[in-house]
């Protein structure tokens, strides 16, 4: 018998020396072509839980980070993405863990090892004022958390997420949000999702925010102001629920008016709305942009204006919260599967409120630059492979809705609006990539539309303006 338990010990010993020998680091990225520092490999992030105080005077925010995991395989170590900031403390399931940095890269010990399929918890306690220290971010919209007078709001896209939390800062890692955030009073904060409560205490308020939905890091916005809100309804009682600075509010009421509208369209078009809320947080500042984030889009005070093409921009980001946000990019390079799809999006509402007749008009004054050398040479490069350093040129946003709306007039509106229907609900709440849409595609259609695609997402040429001439948009409830 004792000698059966020796050769047992034996074996149980060289199984733990054999498994802590395939304990490896998770990868320092993702694996995306063009940005393959972002993100994390080794596990997936579930929740983050945001508990942060901000000054006002300084712009320091200070607290913690909570994120609840799973190791997808066997790991010794793992990284997040993270700029900035002092670290005071880090807690792996309660336990102090060692870590290092470089770069955006925060690399976590796992003493004990993380075992496949293992759920863990990770605290990170950080301060300091975001931005100071780091790299120039990617563009005007990737700052992160930006200060203005005023207020603060946060737009990441493509990577400026890591500039104020850490993160796994990945589309292909969406995970569910809570936001505890204080802020002096009488500021107001807005965030993703609900509004679950608020706590006052002394000089100070805390928001609790809560998204049940999945989100990709580059949508997770804060936004601190003193901000008015609008609460009203969409379809079948949905919450809509706009933040507007004081001096734009009469304004902004009659700029956003028509999203429960856009939202009951939209549904009919594409699917149900996918989230549990939507409206939008104007920020007391001049924006050179707009951006999607996830349920409450960011726009400046210019845009709450009106004039102009406002409600065009006001569909565009609304649609995203299909496209992009529920159906997320699997790898950045497809970015016009983002904004050709928003694009086109905007110029279908169009088409519902003025007829087939504008919308044709528009078509065309879209199609022109492109097919114009000395307007489209190095604003509308071909969407299938936009460079990285001009990821956002017009090619992704207007040759992108082209491509869709040259897809409709070749396979008709039955097959084209089924395809969108199709590959939305396919792909809902998870990633997608260009092979994904083309299969559902050629799947609805019955077409080999190879060469179609080709031609319109990589060669150098834009190819030739279809047949144009729609019948008017029915209901599709």
Partial sequence: MRKITIALLVMFVSLGITQAKEAQPGAPGLGDSYFPDLGNGGYDVRHYTLNLDWDEATNVISGAVTLEATATHDLSAFNLDFLGFDISAIRLDDAPAGFSRSGRELTIEAADGLKTGQDFSLTIAYSGVPGDGVPRYYDVFARGWTRYEGGVYVASEPNGAAFWYPVNDHPLDKATYRFEITVPQPYVVAANGLLAETREDDDTITYVWESHDPIASYLVTVNIGSFVVEQTQGPDGLPIRNYFPPRVFQQAIVTFHRTPEMIAFFSDMFGPYPFEAYGVVVADHNLSFALETQTLSL???????????SENVVAHELAHQWFGNSVSLAEWKDIWLNEGFATYAAALWLEHTQ????????????????????????RFLPPGNPPPDNLFNGGVYVRGAWLLHALRLRIGDEAFFSVLRTYYDRYQYANAATADFIAVAEEISGQDLAAFFESWLYDERVPEVPEMGLKPLSPRR
């Fill in 299 to 309: 726009f400046g005070s210019s845009a709450a204006a009106g004039g102009g093409n």
């Fill in 355 to 378: 007829g087939a007749e504008a919308f044709d008009r528009y078509m065309r004054d879209l199609y022109l630059p492109l097919a114009t050398p000395a307007l489209a040479l190095g």
